[in-house]
């Protein structure tokens, strides 16, 4: 048993980056825009579950005013990652932050929403 572990720690220090290779790429858990907007393009799914996550992880539920709207039922990933391919602006900010501010201006609520559907 010994030997196994000793060819397999072997092995990953032979093929370091076959070792770290995280399998096909997602949106969820993508910490730069670009990481999001890759795994957006290869798993809807997994887009509209990043966008998910990030929304929970930014309202704040507790004692603020809801800043977010956005439609329920709906797909909010792609319009999400189609916002951010849009705006260069966001491409350096952290991807929850640049999701809730795609969200944030995607779906406004209050007098911002009636502007957003006047347009």
């Not at 996550?53 to 956005?70: F, H, M, T, Y």
């Not at 999400?80 to 944030?104: M, T």
Request: hydrophobic content about 45%.
């Amino acid at each position: 048993m010994r030997w196994i572990s000793g060819i397999f720690a072997a092995g990953l220090s032979i093929f370091p980056a076959q070792a770290q290779q995280a399998g096909p790429a997602t949106a969820i858990g993508a910490e730069t825009v670009p990481a999001f907007l890759h795994g957006c393009a290869a798993d809807r799914n997994g887009c509209q579950l990043a966008v998910g996550s990030a929304l929970l992880d930014k309202i704040n539920i507790v004692d603020g005013p809801s800043e977010v709207c956005a439609p329920i039922g709906s797909d909010i990933g792609q319009p999400v990652a189609d916002w951010l391919r849009q705006h260069a602006e966001a491409q350096g900010l952290p991807a929850e932050d640049a999701i809730y501010a795609a969200l944030k201006s995607l779906y406004p609520c209050g007098e911002a929403q009636a502007q957003v559907a006047a347009q």
